[in-house]
């Protein structure tokens, strides 16, 4: 069936280095992807989608890989910070829905 | 301009009953979908409505229900509340259909305890 899932629970980082999340998925029909952030108490925090025609996409602090052939997917977040500190999801839509599917996310803990 | 919102914000119920659960989209929003996140879980997609339809639905009994109002808000509906139905209830809009853009808005979530 279609998954999405996480290779780390836990990432545990300096504040000011680099962080790296990745995330494996099982649908290759998926074709958008989905970097979600949630805070302790909050609903889900869109932070940056790629589409499956692309690669690479940067946004501020943040950027998004996709290797299609291997069916992996990953967000470096850049000079981290500890407002950073969340669980980490990514998700992944299949085909012409708006129904998202999530992995079950990592923990990322940043210390001052 | 008001993102989701969900109410309650916590919720007990005991096994057997009946609970419901409201949302709001955002503004401009006409597309809701609601998600049920275990404890350390992702979300889990439970359906989607539409103009006031249900369009979509992922792997939940028929307990699960919903509703969609003219003015796009909407409601889940569990009935006869089991204990693994504890978990946190999240419900997301989206721009209407045909946008280019698969981005939801989640709301805080509704946290449902079943003793």
């Known amino acids: 069936g279609e998954s999405v899932g996480l290779h780390l629970p836990t990432l545990s980082v300096q504040e000011g280095d680099n962080s790296i999340i990745n995330c494996a998925y099982s649908?290759?029909?998926?074709?958008?992807f989905i970097w979600y952030k949630q805070e302790s108490g909050k609903g889900p925090q869109f932070i940056i989608d790629?589409?499956?025609?692309?690669d690479k996409r940067q946004g501020q602090r943040v950027t998004v890989l996709l290797n299609k052939t291997v069916k992996h997917l990953s967000l470096q977040i850049a000079a981290t910070q500890p407002g950073d500190s969340a669980v980490y999801f990514c998700?992944?839509?299949?085909?012409?829905?708006?129904?998202?599917?999530f992995g079950t996310g990592t923990l990322l803990a940043v210390q001052p | 301009d008001a993102g989701v919102t969900q109410s309650p914000t916590h919720l007990i119920k005991t096994r057997g009953q009946q609970v419901t659960l409201r949302c709001s989209p955002k503004?401009?929003?006409?597309?809701v979908s609601w998600y049920q996140q275990a404890l350390g879980q992702g979300p889990q997609f439970i359906f989607q409505?539409?103009?006031?339809?249900?369009?979509q639905r992922g792997n939940f009994p028929d307990r699960f229900s919903g509703h969609q109002f003219p003015n796009y808000s909407s409601e889940l509906n569990v009935n006869a509340l089991l204990l693994g139905d504890s978990a946190l209830y999240l419900c997301?809009?989206?721009?209407?259909?045909?946008?280019?853009?698969?981005?939801?808005?989640f709301g805080p979530g509704t946290r449902l305890t079943v003793t």
């Open positions: 790629i589409r499956s025609n692309m």
């Open positions: 649908n290759s029909a998926s074709d958008y």
């Open positions: 409505y539409y103009e006031e339809e249900e369009r």
């Open positions: 503004s401009g929003h006409d597309t």
């Open positions: 998700a992944e839509i299949s085909g012409a829905t708006n129904k998202l599917i």
């Open positions: 997301a809009s989206s721009t209407p259909q045909g946008m280019a853009t698969y981005e939801q808005y």
